[in-house]
């Protein structure tokens, strides 16, 4: 009879106090023996926006390597998993509760964390955003047709390509139920996507009091709409502020709130650094356990 080996994984919502809202991620803290290709099939099962995989570090200033899945592929960097597998390693004394900052591996290079003390005693976890590149704008009329709005629902603001790992094109919107009413549409997108290489994303938000009220559409991730894009938040906050949509000064701090419209309301918190130029933003939240699992394979 083949031998069978049991992997134990743990559950999170990402990015808000309250189990069964924010982002879900799945983390296997210790996936010995697993291939490529399992660790995708995995994802594939659970169907969760991603699933990690906590690999020994390569690197001597690194605690640990995680290895990022959605449900159609590997990914180089994203937010939510780094914070929510930081959660895990404290929870699990992987890493120590005490440590204010450590730094993990990812396939983009070394993502910097930081632990605050939050509300009710909770830790507040902060990555540091990789360097945020900007890239072209678009015809505010395709990407009106593209996110099934219309022209008089965008803002003066030229949509524009970000990436900090995961491009997107950021769309800006008059109001929240602009946000609510935008659908992804597959033409639309198709003619927006063009000639750009690779996967991208969009990504529909409007300025608010506290920062952004905002949604993510990523079918060529495998995901229909992500309840809480980290990667993204860092290339919002800095287009944000470099159209005056933000306050940009050393230590502004905003929220973005997106997932609301799909029922899993997520909170991301945005601090600026330095003069807050494109590589002076962190992404942080909160970490709520959910389950406990163990999976068994042949």
């Known amino acids: ?32 023996g697993l291939d490529d290709g399992t660790m995708q099939k995995i994802a594939k099962e659970l169907n969760l926006s991603e ?11 690194c605690v640990a390597s995680i290895r990022i ?10 937010g939510h998993p780094t914070i929510g597998t930081s959660f895990v390693l404290m929870k699990q004394g992987l890493i120590s509760k005490d440590k204010q900052s450590f730094v993990l591996e990812e396939k983009i290079g070394p993502i910097p ?14 990555l540091a955003t990789p360097p945020i590149q900007f890239g072209k704008t678009y015809d505010p009329a395709i990407c009106a047709k593209a996110s099934g709005l219309t022209s008089e629902d965008l803002l003066d603001v030229p949509p524009q390509l970000l990436s900090a790992g995961n491009p997107a094109v950021f769309i800006p919107v008059r109001n929240k139920e602009a946000v609510d009413r935008a659908s992804l549409d597959p033409q639309g997108m198709k ?20 920062g952004a009220y905002s949604r993510m559409f990523a079918p060529d991730l495998g995901v ?28 502004t701090r ?15 918190h945005i601090q600026v650094r330095g003069d807050g130029g494109a590589d002076g933003i962190d992404v942080g939240g909160y970490v709520t356990p959910l389950v406990d699992g163990t999976m068994t394979l042949p």
């Open 224 to 251: 229909a709409e992500d309840p809480a894009s980290g990667s993204l938040t860092g290339p919002l906050a800095a287009l944000m502020m470099r159209h005056g949509l933000a306050q940009r000064s050393a230590g």
């Open 113 to 126: 964390i930081r632990v605050e003390n939050g509300a009710h005693g909770r830790p507040l976890i902060w």
């Open 1 to 32: 009879m083949p031998s069978q080996r049991s992997y134990h994984y743990q559950v999170v919502d990402v990015f808000t106090e309250h189990p069964l809202e924010g982002n879900p991620l799945a983390v296997f803290p210790d996936p010995t």
């Open 191 to 210: 003619i927006l996507k063009g000639q750009e290489p690779g996967r991208l994303a969009m990504f529909v938000f409007t300025p608010t009091p506290e």
């Open 254 to 268: 905003l929220i973005s709130e997106q997932g609301t419209k799909m029922g899993r309301r997520s909170l991301l």
């Open 69 to 78: 899945f959605t449900p159609a592929n590997e990914m180089q960097f994203a």
């Open 51 to 61: 699933t990690t995989f906590v690999f020994p570090a390569t690197r001597p200033d």
